[in-house]
């Protein structure tokens, strides 16, 4: 299961030192009495050292963001029924320029609800019926340039032995 973190920065040739840091929550039955669950530190990355924690996805999570660290995301692998809950990314960028370094900080939940089994794809569903709705459309119109075709020879043909008597 990817879970999706993306967070761009405006302007590509500014240099920043990039953290990233994952937390899961469980989903639990308390939350509608204001009580929360505790928050595990699941994954960090950073630019010299960046890994997995210990808890409850230890050895299972693994990094799938971009090189220019745009795209923050994790997969966790064998997701599980307990894997429910809520997922926070967090990212702090300290921007490097020659007399101050500004900072932000910025913070995503991702809700991940697992089910039995998965929904379907629309979007794939829709491009494989346009897929065959195309293959049919145009195998037609091949047909039809094919008739068109071989008519206008035969008449140029037909023209062409008129002309020869």
């Not at 920043?16 to 937390?23: E, F, H, I, M, S």
């Not at 928050?39 to 997995?52: P, Q, T």
């Not at 145009?138 to 008129?162: G, N, P």
Request: charged fraction near 25%; include cysteine.
């Amino acid at each position: 299961m990817k879970l999706t973190c993306i967070s761009c920065m405006r302007r590509e040739e500014v240099k920043a030192k990039t953290r990233v840091d994952w937390y899961y929550m469980k989903e639990d039955e308390n939350k509608e009495y204001g009580i929360t669950s505790h928050k595990f530190h699941i994954y960090r990355f950073e630019e010299d050292s960046s890994g997995a924690l210990d808890g409850p996805l230890n050895g299972r999570v693994k990094w799938n963001g971009s090189h220019d660290l745009q795209d923050l995301s994790i997969i966790i692998t064998n997701v599980t029924y307990n894997d429910s809950g809520v997922y926070e990314c967090h990212v702090q960028r300290e921007f490097v320029f020659d007399f101050f370094t500004p900072s932000v900080y910025i913070t995503k939940n991702i809700t991940l609800r697992v089910k039995e089994q998965a929904t379907g794809d629309t979007a794939a569903l829709y491009s494989e019926i346009m897929m065959y709705v195309l293959l049919v459309f145009l195998t037609f119109w091949l047909l039809v340039e094919m008739v068109y075709c071989y008519r206008k020879i035969s008449k140029s043909d037909e023209q062409a032995q008129d002309t020869a008597y």
